[in-house]
């Protein structure tokens, strides 16, 4: 399984200029395993905002640490970078280990089957609590991601054998670019070039008899 350590530093300006936090579709962010299922939408905000630590994290359940949150985007991007931002609060809560798929429906990743399905990348996580590290994908399998689900099995606690506890994430940034395809526009224009009855009329339709009647 391909992995990655963090591989760009994100403490200039440069990340937040391609940040893609005004593509994700934010009421429609799900989380599984979570204390708190609106958190999930709140870890994923601007940029210049990733260091408030007034916010309240995604916290996953007691004593089970892994983590699973599905964002979905408004239009398709191109996924260049991750960023994550969490154990602030509790030792050891950050989390450890990242499994990202693009491109799943809802609940196709859950806690039953995560951890046998092949991610499209692996990313071993180091703690970061200032905002400076990001995890860089492998482009090519970024390029028309209409959604991620994002699998946190682990976090650090249980790494150092101190037990699971709980994971906790205060930020996910996404970093790359749009391309201006909207998953609902290509729908809609499928839908308009089927025949339509209503566009055929046939004579009898339109008042006049009909051959043969």
Not at 121 to 146: M, R
Not at 202 to 208: K, L, S
Request: aromatic content about 8%.
């Amino acid at each position: 399984m391909e992995t990655c350590s963090h591989d760009h530093d994100c403490g200039g300006s440069d990340c937040g200029g391609s940040s893609l936090h005004g593509y994700v579709n934010h009421p429609r962010i799900t989380a599984l395993n979570a204390e708190d299922d609106d958190a999930a939408q709140r870890v994923f905000r601007p940029w210049d905002d990733r260091l408030n630590r007034d916010v309240v994290p995604l916290r996953s359940d007691d004593d089970d640490p892994e983590l699973i949150v599905h964002v979905p985007f408004v239009s398709d991007v191109k996924v260049r970078g991750i960023m994550v931002i969490g154990g602030l609060t509790t030792a050891g809560a950050a989390p450890s280990r990242l499994n990202v798929f693009v491109n799943k429906a809802p609940g196709d990743i859950n806690c039953d089957n995560a951890s046998r399905k092949t991610p499209t990348q692996s990313f071993d996580l180091a703690e970061d609590f200032d905002g400076v590290l990001e995890y860089q994908t492998d482009f090519t399998k970024f390029q028309a991601c209409a959604s991620l689900t994002l699998h946190f099995p682990r976090n650090f606690r249980g790494e150092t054998g101190g037990g699971d506890g709980v994971t906790e994430i205060f930020f996910v940034g996404l970093r790359g670019e749009g391309t201006g395809n909207r998953r609902d526009m290509i729908v809609t224009a499928v839908y308009e070039t089927k025949p339509m009855p209503g566009d055929h009329k046939t004579v009898a339709e339109d008042g006049a008899p009909a051959l043969g009647v």
